[in-house]
C-alpha cells in the first residue's frame, strides 16, 4: 500500500480505492463537514427542548416545571455518551472504523427521524415521554460512536506554527450548525401561528438534520474509509485502545483534560440554549426576534474561534484557554445583571457571551491531548471530551433554569465561574505535572 500518486492503489481492508495522500486541507474539510452535522442536530434538538417539548410533551406540568423535565431529558444525551464510545470503540476494534461510523450516523438518524414522527403527550400520554426519553439517550449513545478520529490527525498534521489555526476549524460546526438551526427555528415562529408550531411545525428541523446527516455520513466515509486516512492513523497510532487500560495508563490525563475544556462548556448553553428559555418564561420578548440576535451573536463566536487560532500559535494555546478563563470568569461578574436588565442589556448578554464562546471554544477540545502520548491519543481524546460535555454541559441549562428561578439570576453568574475556576486549575495542574516530568527527566 502506498500514498504515492502515481502508484496502484488496492483494496485495503478498510474498503475503497483511493490514489492520493490525504493532506491536512483534506482532513479539515472532513472534520467541518462533519461536526457541523453533528452540532446542527444537537442544536435542533436543545432549541427544541428549550421552547417546544415542554408544552408538547409535558402539558401536564407548570410551565417552568415542564421546561426543567424537559433540560433533564436533554441532559440523558450527555449521560450515554461515553458509554456510546466505549461500545463504539469495541465495534471498531472488531470490524473497522468506516462500520463504526456508518452504524452511529444510522443510529443517529434513526433517532432523530423517531423523534420527528413522535406523537406528543395529548395522543399517547406518559408513553411519549418514556420515547423521548429513549431516543435522547439512544442519540447520545450513536454521538459518542460517532468520533472518527479526524480532529487528532488533522492536529499531527499540521504545519509547524499552525497547529492552533488548525484545531480551531472542526469548532466551526458549532456556530454553523447552530446558525442554521436557530435559523430553522425563528423562520418557523415568525411564520406560523404558535399552535401550528406547537402541532407540527417543529418537526420540520429534525427532517432537515436528518437529511443533512445522511449527506455528511458519505462526506466523511468518503475520507474516513481511504487507504491513505488508514495508512496514515496508523503511523501515527491513532487506534482504539481499551477504556480501562487508558485509565490506568493516563487516568490522571483524561481527567486534566477533561477539566480544562470547563469554562468554555459552561458558557456553550448558558449563550444557546438557556437564554431561549428564560425568555420564554419570563420576558414578553419576541422569540424570533430573540433567535435572530443569538444567530449574530453565533456569527461574532465564528469569527472567535477562527481568530483564537491565531493567538494560539502565538501564545499557546494553554495560555490561551487560561486568558480566556479569567476573562469568563470576569463576565460571570456582570452576566446576571444583563440578562436581567430588560432588552438592551440581553442583547449585550448574547453578543459579549458568543464572543468569549468563541475564543475559548476554539481551543478547548484536545489542547491537552499530547499527554495521552500516541498510543492513547485516539481513546483519550474521544473519552476526555465525553466526560467534559458530562461535567460542564449536560445539566448547565437545567441547573442554570432552576437555580435563577428559585434563587435569582446570581447564580448564573457563580456556575460559569465555577467553571472559569476548575479550568484554571486543571491547566495548574497540568504544568505542574510537566514541570515535574521535565525535572525528572534532567536528573537521569
Known sequence: MSANPSSTSTIHDHGVHSS???????IAVGVVVGRTSEYFDFFVYGIASAL?????????????DATLYS?????????????GTMLFLWIQRRWSRGTKLTAALFLLG??????????????LGMTSVVLLSVFRFVQGIALGGSWDGLPSLLALNAPKGRRGWYAMLGQLGAPTGFIVAAGLFAYLYAALPQEEVLDWGWRYPFFAAFAINVVALFARLRLVVTDEYAQKMDEQELEPVRVLELLKAKGRYV?????????????????TIFPLSWIQ??????????????????FFAAGGIVASGFIADRL????????????????????????????????VYII???????LSYGQAAGALNANFGDRYRYTGAAISNDIAWLIGAAFAPLVALGLSAKFGLAYIGLYLLSGALATLAALGVNRWLRLKREARNATR
Open 20 to 26: 492520493h495522500e490525504v493532506a491536512p486541507g483534506e
Open 52 to 64: 417546544v417539548f415542554p408544552s408538547v410533551f409535558f402539558p401536564f406540568a407548570p410551565k417552568l
Open 71 to 83: 433540560f433533564a431529558v436533554f441532559a440523558l444525551a450527555f449521560i450515554a455518551r461515553p458509554f
Open 110 to 123: 434513526t433517532c432523530t427521524v423517531g423523534i420527528a414522527f413522535l406523537p406528543g403527550y395529548a395522543t
Open 255 to 271: 481527567a486534566i483534560g477533561a477539566f480544562t475544556a470547563l469554562a468554555s462548556y459552561a458558557l456553550f448553553h448558558l449563550v
Open 281 to 298: 418564561l419570563f420576558s414578553n420578548q419576541s422569540i424570533p426576534r430573540f433567535l435572530v440576535v443569538q444567530i449574530i451573536g453565533a
Open 316 to 347: 499557546s494555546r494553554q495560555r490561551t484557554l487560561g486568558a480566556l478563563a479569567v476573562a469568563i470568569a470576569a463576565y460571570s461578574g456582570f452576566a446576571p445583571t444583563l440578562l436581567g436588565a430588560g432588552e438592551a442589556g440581553q442583547v
Open 352 to 358: 459579549a457571551g458568543f464572543i468569549l464562546l468563541g
